[in-house]
């Protein structure tokens, strides 16, 4: 081994609490990086609502309410007991799209948090099992078809917002880790 090169010892994981803050954060970038793929899509389709109406559509009954705001109806149904009323539609499906990109992206906080490195493109494996999940769930409850009834385009479509959703998602918690580490003494090899 040559002497005078110096080890450099391998970043300690981030605790499991500074994991899940910055995959949280994190998941709320992948998320408006998902937004602006499916935005630039589009405007270049001719769309003219700007990103504030688009992003921020009005919703006033549940039929018109997106698969976040469906999923997130049965759930607090369920619990409550009790039948949420339409004019909730809009908050709800608004909340619980961004709520579950960042619930999602804290366990991958947890699970990049405890790699050896970190690295940016850990997010588009994690962005492509998201797009997956959603064609096994949102089937069984009723929300979607089979992944085998779409064309190929529009999972193509879907997948790579998806794959934007995790770039956005790893490029940020990856950015968040090595301030973290670099504020908190500790190597990382960026």
Do not use: N
Not at 54 to 82: I, M, N, S, Y
């Amino acid at each position: 081994m040559d002497s005078t090169r110096t080890e450099q010892p391998a970043q300690r994981p981030l605790t499991p609490l500074a994991a899940v803050a910055a995959g949280v954060l994190a998941g709320v970038v992948g998320t408006a990086t998902m937004d602006a793929v499916r935005y630039v899509r589009y405007r270049r389709a001719g769309g003219k609502d700007s990103p504030k109406d688009w992003e921020f559509p009005p919703v006033h009954d549940w039929d018109a309410a997106p698969d976040p705001g469906q999923v997130a109806k049965r759930l607090v149904e369920g619990f409550t007991q009790r039948e949420l009323p339409a004019r909730w539609a809009w908050l709800t499906s608004t909340a619980a799209h961004w709520a579950y990109g960042s619930a999602a992206a804290a366990l991958y906080g947890i699970a990049a948090g405890s790699a050896r490195r970190a690295h940016p493109l850990y997010g588009l494996p994690f962005g492509a099992a998201v797009w997956a999940a959603g064609y096994v769930a949102l089937p069984e409850a009723g929300l979607y078809q089979p992944i085998w009834k779409y064309p190929p385009k529009v999972l193509a479509d879907d997948l790579t917002a998806h794959l934007g959703y995790g770039m956005g998602t790893g490029m940020s918690f990856w950015l968040a880790v090595t301030a973290y580490t670099r504020c908190h003494g500790r190597h990382t090899d960026t």
